[in-house]
């Protein structure tokens, strides 16, 4: 026997908001990430040199993203 259910945005969204969605959690930066992020977030690095640091970097996208409240 199986059982089959689906969770409601609602619920998905306070299992998000509440971080218990590992799937969606983010990993903090380290303080050296943090500052990469908010000298771009300032326009002081520029895209091209941002997306080297993505590419080794991802997580440093996905939190760009929610700064910019994208998420």
Same mark, same amino acid.
Request: aromatic residues 8%; hydrophobic residues 40%; negative net charge.
């Given at each position: *026997?199986?059982?089959?259910?689906?969770?409601?945005?609602?619920?998905?969204?306070?299992?998000?908001?509440?971080?218990?969605?590992?799937?969606? !959690? #983010?990993?903090? #930066?380290?303080?050296?990430?943090?500052?990469? #992020?908010?000298? /771009?977030? !300032?326009?002081?690095?520029?895209?091209? !040199?941002?997306?080297? /640091?993505?590419?080794? *970097?991802?997580?440093?996208?996905?939190? !760009?993203?929610?700064?910019?409240?994208?998420?």
């Amino acid at each position: *026997m199986s059982l089959h259910f689906t969770v409601s945005g609602l619920t998905r969204n306070l299992i998000h908001s509440l971080g218990l969605d590992h799937e969606h !959690a #983010l990993r903090p #930066l380290t303080p050296e990430q943090s500052l990469l #992020l908010d000298c /771009y977030l !300032a326009g002081q690095i520029p895209d091209s !040199a941002w997306s080297d /640091y993505v590419f080794e *970097m991802p997580e440093l996208e996905k939190h !760009a993203q929610v700064r910019r409240g994208l998420t």
